[in-house]
């Protein structure tokens, strides 16, 4: 280890901070970087690879580290990336609104990896062989996985029933895995190589929070487009998948869905505090009297029973607000939501 320190001086001189990039794919990296520590230098480690999981790193620096994920781009970013600046005032023309539709609807397709975005590689190409990486090597490879093609077809059965319930169960029978405990497994290695996010049913008590079944989000639309057997293009659930992950990047720790008790669903319910909610319904298109009347209601159904304050149903593209019951419901386009705060 000695040589080693001496060795980065020799090449890069008097130095403090150290970068290390891909570092789990070294033996026994954790002493080194221990060693550094310990000696005062500032360590800084990066990697793509499910292997340098944070569970890891906290296990071999035992609490000295701090762990920052790094999300594909939201749409602000991708903005910004392809060099285009909204001025929300010039979208009253036309031609300005049409071509940042059209800039939402690539986003929501093609999602905010960096290489689809900046070096214009073909999202279908490039995402579909990342994700077949990601199994292969950083989940079959790294647990040694006995059945790949067990993993394999719950990847691809997970990614073709985005934004729908599912229960380990269910799998099992589906899939015809041999366990459930298997299946868990699974769920969990797929989720900690960033491929897919479960979310859980807000109750009041835990132990119904456990046992409800969950929704399944993939990490990034891309993958969808790139991965699932479409016959058409979802618009209202791709959007409801865009919206998740969005919130994941804005830092929101305490996300839900929701189930009322006469059965009505609200996609989103974000704790804040203590009676502290706010519910976030995701609609492609409320044109429909029957679309409008049925989202509306599950959020007042909801509001009533968690006494809630903040209802929005996000659209496409209408702008409005209607009252139910005393309170307020607010219609946001998913465009303008993206580009808030």
Do not use: C
């Not at 059965?157 to 319930?165: G, K, P």
């Not at 891309?222 to 409801?240: P, Q």
């Not at 998740?244 to 804005?250: A, D, G, N, Q």
């Not at 059965?263 to 679309?291: H, M, N």
């Amino acid at each position: 280890m000695v040589s080693k320190i001496q060795t980065l001086h020799a090449v890069y001189g008097d130095l403090r901070t150290v970068f290390f990039d891909e570092i789990q794919n070294f033996p026994r990296w954790e002493l080194f970087i221990n060693r550094l520590h310990r000696e005062g230098y500032n360590v800084i480690l990066t990697g793509s690879n499910a292997r340098l999981l944070s569970t890891e790193i906290a296990t071999a620096l035992t609490g000295r580290h701090i762990p920052i994920e790094i999300m594909p781009f939201n749409f602000r970013e991708f903005l910004s990336a392809r060099g285009v600046t909204i001025d929300t005032e010039e979208l009253i023309l036309p031609q300005n609104k049409g071509t940042l539709l059209k800039l939402v609807d690539e986003f929501l397709l093609n999602g905010g990896f960096p290489e689809v975005v900046l070096k214009n590689f073909d999202p279908f190409d490039y995402l579909r062989i990342l994700f077949e990486s990601i199994v292969f090597k950083d989940i079959v490879r790294r647990y040694n996985v006995r059945f790949p093609n067990q993993i394999v077809s719950l990847a691809e059965y997970l990614i073709n029933n985005f934004a729908r319930y599912y229960t380990s169960r269910k799998i099992k029978n589906v899939l015809e895995m041999r366990s459930v405990t298997t299946v868990e497994k699974y769920l969990s290695y797929l989720e900690d190589a960033f491929l897919f996010v479960y979310l859980k049913r807000f109750n009041y008590k835990s132990s119904t929070r456990i046992k409800s079944p969950r929704k399944v989000y993939v990490i990034d639309n891309g993958y969808i487009m790139a991965k699932s057997l479409r016959f058409s293009k979802d618009y209202g659930r791709l959007m409801e998948n865009l919206v998740f992950t969005e919130l994941m990047k804005r830092g929101v720790k305490q996300l839900f869905y929701y189930n009322t008790r006469n059965r009505r669903e609200v996609d989103f319910v974000i704790k804040r505090g203590i009676r502290d909610y706010s519910l976030l319904q995701v609609s492609y298109d409320v044109s429909s009297p029957d679309t409008l009347s049925r989202e509306i209601k599950a959020l007042v159904e909801a509001s009533e029973e968690l006494n809630s304050g903040e209802l929005i149903i996000l659209t496409w593209d209408e702008e409005k607000e209607k009252k139910r019951k005393g309170k307020t419901i607010k219609f946001i386009p998913l465009w303008k939501w993206l580009l808030g705060k």
